[in-house]
């Protein structure tokens, strides 16, 4: 048996790694990925508690939060790919003006 | 010490392993290969915690869909390897501090706060992973089939979305 507070303190551990490497990475993909880092982090400790209530809410809420982050993804790379079209960079500090 | 814990660690530690390795790898080819394991390490836990079918969802929409997509734009634009320019020499520390400091405040919280009661229960038998699977689809479909129907809008959304961002643009007058 593991205690369901182990599983709480891997998920705030993953989402503070996500949380790390939006703050020290300068590469826009390697943001994205911290933040589905972070996602699943949440989806993980929802499982968790899902398990320990014994109901399944929690994981058709992980259902949808996967949809979501599918649908995100998608939308994300092509404005990064769009980015780069007009920058030749993808690093964030060369972001900084909003008109291209 | 029983198999489950024995099971429980080793895994964790495999994950925060390859998270920090996603964080810490100068090659952006790495990264996303890394994540990979990562999404597989988690989708083991769900296994772990009784949840068969976000698991198999886990590692065909995360590890497969999504990091091929990422793969992809990473070879597409290049950016195995970006040129390092100059960062505020500050940020690292203070990101350092900050992080720590809300890990510290999540675990306490969530330990303090959210109270949860008892141990996860050992992992369903397959007969019963099954009634499981049955009984989510019937509380998916009806209970929650609203919310269903709006993500194969939200779904339709985005692929219109991203195809209307990278097509390319034609002058009218030319």
């Known amino acids: 048996m ?55 809410s929690g994981q058709i ?22 980015i780069f079209k007009t920058k030749r960079s993808i690093d964030v500090d060369q972001m900084s003006s909003l008109k291209g | 010490m029983t198999l489950d814990l024995i099971l429980f660690l080793i895994l964790s530690l ?37 949840a068969p079918f976000i698991a198999m969802a886990q590692i065909t929409v995360y590890a497969g869909a999504i990091m091929v997509l990422f793969l992809f734009v990473i070879m597409l634009l290049g950016a195995e390897s970006l040129p390092k320019a100059e960062v505020l020499p500050w940020q690292k520390p203070l990101a350092g501090i900050l992080s720590v400091a809300l890990a510290l405040e999540a675990t306490f919280l969530f330990i303090t706060r959210a109270r949860p009661a008892g141990n996860i229960v050992a992992p369903a038998e397959t007969a019963n992973m099954m009634d499981s ?28 979305g991203a195809i209307v961002l990278t097509r390319r643009e034609r002058r009218v007058h030319q």
């Open chain 1, 2 to 56: 593991v205690p369901i507070n182990y599983y709480i303190i891997l998920s705030a551990i993953l989402f503070t790694l996500g949380v790390v490497g939006v703050l020290i990475r300068r590469n826009a993909l390697i943001i994205f990925m911290s933040v589905e880092l972070m996602l699943n982090a949440a989806n993980l400790a929802m499982v968790a508690f899902s398990s320990v209530i014994q109901s399944f």
């Open chain 1, 61 to 82: 809420f992980v259902f949808f939060v996967i949809a979501v982050a599918a649908a995100e993804v998608a939308v994300g790379l092509a404005l990064i790919v769009e």
């Open chain 2, 14 to 50: 495999i994950a925060i392993a390859t998270a920090l390795g996603m964080l810490l790898s100068r090659n952006a080819i790495y990264s996303a290969l890394f994540l990979v394991l990562n999404f597989t390490t988690v989708a083991v836990f769900y296994l772990l915690l009784g």
């Open chain 2, 133 to 160: 699977l049955r009984e989510m689809s019937m509380m998916l479909f009806n209970q929650y089939l609203l919310p269903f129907e709006v993500t194969s809008v939200l779904l339709l959304v985005a692929m219109v």
